[in-house]
């Protein structure tokens, strides 16, 4: 098979001018994912902690950034000792919800700039293994970490018709409950195992309706949403972030849901109204027509920023 092309990193162009990137900027990158974000800043001169919670996403992005940063890797679960101080990259296979932990046991300084680039990587989509594609014929996998317990299909399997109901509507899902009662019905005498299986379906339920995305776009993402906790992940993360930015740094949230960017802006704004944060930009910044030319996946792109002044 020939190899997945590298992940088109959103608002990779401006991200040196809004994070102001310079020699020993130390930049923490929450989402490695093929590491152009990473890459970015140590282009630029930056020391640099990567964190991604998956193997296959940590092996790419070292294969990818240039060999003279080679760097040094941690497991979270497998941290005795402090980091060295000297660093030039760290990566960190781990979950972003126990940034704070890891940062006391590595003994990590605070950081300048922080950035989560949220959701699946362009590889973990259209990897034939990983169950996120209705493109393609696999079991429905969609876990980002294989140490989590339920796949999409245990949970097509299990939860009832008003759960899976609540779930689709997740990814804004207009046919959410017919969808939800035909599964129900026919996972009794055929269990739905894979894209293919659930794609059919979804089609079928909305008669194909042609449009700008997959009939099955959003059903498919609700399922990754839920399978991976992203929400919960994001409402325990940013909490965190403050305790490792430095005064005056600059934290940056790409989400790509109106639902997972509606937890970022108010958790920003609830951080601005308490004196602790301070608007970079009026608006968040959304993708240039030069960027959408070339990757129209990041349509739904919005990047927010702030600094911490206190
Ligand atoms: C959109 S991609 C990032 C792309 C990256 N900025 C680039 O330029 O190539 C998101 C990455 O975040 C990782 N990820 C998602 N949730 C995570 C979490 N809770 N903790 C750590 N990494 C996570 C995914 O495995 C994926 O590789």
């Known amino acids: 098979m020939t190899k997945i092309e590298r992940h088109f990193s959103a608002f990779k162009g401006e991200l040196k001018d809004l994070f102001g990137f310079k020699n020993d900027y130390t930049f923490l ?15 630029a001169g930056c020391k640099v902690i990567s964190f991604d919670i998956d193997h296959e996403a940590i092996k790419r992005a070292v294969e ?16 005795s000792l402090p980091a060295p101080k000297d660093f030039s990259w760290i990566v960190i296979r781990g979950n972003f919800v126990k940034v704070g932990e890891i940062f ?9 700039g922080i950035m989560a680039d949220l959701g699946p990587s362009q590889y973990q989509v259209l990897s034939p293994d990983r169950g996120f594609s209705f493109a393609i014929d696999e ?6 970490d294989k140490n989590l317990g ?9 939860l009832n018709e008003g759960e899976l109901s609540e779930l689709f509507m997740l990814g804004d899902e207009p046919f959410a409950k017919p969808l939800a009662r035909i599964i ?12 293919k299986q659930l794609a059919d379906i979804v089609y079928k339920v909305k008669k ?11 059903v498919f993402m609700a399922l990754r949403m839920v399978v991976n906790l992203e929400r919960e992940n994001i409402s325990l993360l940013l909490p965190q972030l403050q ?4 005064k005056d740094g600059l934290l940056g949230v790409i989400s790509f849901h109106s639902g997972e960017d509606k937890l970022v802006k108010e958790y920003l704004t609830s951080q601005i109204e308490a004196g602790l944060l301070a608007e970079v930009t009026k608006k968040p910044i959304v993708p240039s027509k030069s960027e959408l030319l070339i990757s129209p996946r990041t349509r739904s792109a919005k990047l927010r920023i702030a600094k911490k002044i206190n």
């Open 184 to 195: 129900v019905k026919q996972r009794q005498a055929n269990p739905i195992k894979t894209t």
């Open 243 to 246: 305790g490792i930015l430095k």
């Open 64 to 79: 990818f950034v240039p060999e003279k940063y080679s760097p040094l890797v941690f497991d979270s679960e497998l941290i």
């Open 150 to 158: 339920v796949t999409a299909a245990d949970l097509l399997a299990v």
């Open 208 to 218: 194909g309706r042609p449009g700008k995305i997959h009939p099955a776009t959003q």
């Open 139 to 144: 079991p429905l996998d969609m876990r980002l």
């Open 29 to 43: 990158d929450l989402t490695l994912g093929d590491g152009g974000h990473t890459q970015e800043a140590l282009d």
């Open 104 to 112: 006391k046991k590595l003994q990590l300084p605070k950081v300048d």
